[in-house]
């Protein structure tokens, strides 16, 4: 009798270990699976301000922005999925998010495809219910509108 009580007991301290193991375990991953999308975010974030900034021009495509750098064109195309860098045909880069809402202006007024663009507009959902608005705008020089 005294050795089954033990074998009862020990095997409600294992199913309580494994419960705990399987609650922390699924945990870190939805952890994990957060700090890799906000990592995948604030790069995005960074090289599309960079890029930003160091283009002449930017201007409304199809299904994006395409910037327009020294020698270099970079398009930012927004799909379903993800946020896809394409520069120059040669290579893409891949952000596993989905741009939601993506509105171009110019001086404050939306425009329409191949126009120029100084400020873009969108949101991402990181998660279930975070919602991070983006707004990068871009600066003229008077040498680059007039060209």
Request: aromatic share 10%.
């Amino acid at each position: 009798m005294e050795v089954t009580v033990a074998m009862l007991l020990s095997a409600i301290c294992i199913s309580i270990c494994y419960t705990a193991y399987a609650i922390i375990s699924n945990y870190y991953a939805s952890f994990q699976k957060k700090n890799e999308t906000t990592a995948i975010f604030l790069s995005l974030k960074q090289v599309l301000e960079r890029d930003f900034l160091n283009s002449s021009t930017v201007l409304k495509i199809e299904n994006g922005i395409e910037l327009d750098l020294d020698s270099t064109k970079i398009d930012y195309l927004f799909t379903e999925k993800a946020i896809l860098r394409k520069l120059n045909t040669l290579h893409t880069d891949t952000f596993k998010l989905q741009a939601n809402e993506v509105t171009v202006f110019f001086e404050g007024i939306e425009v329409e495809k191949g126009n120029p663009v100084d400020e873009l507009n969108f949101s991402t959902t990181l998660g279930k219910d975070v919602k991070v608005p983006v707004q990068i705008k871009k600066i003229y020089s008077a040498e680059n509108l007039f060209e």
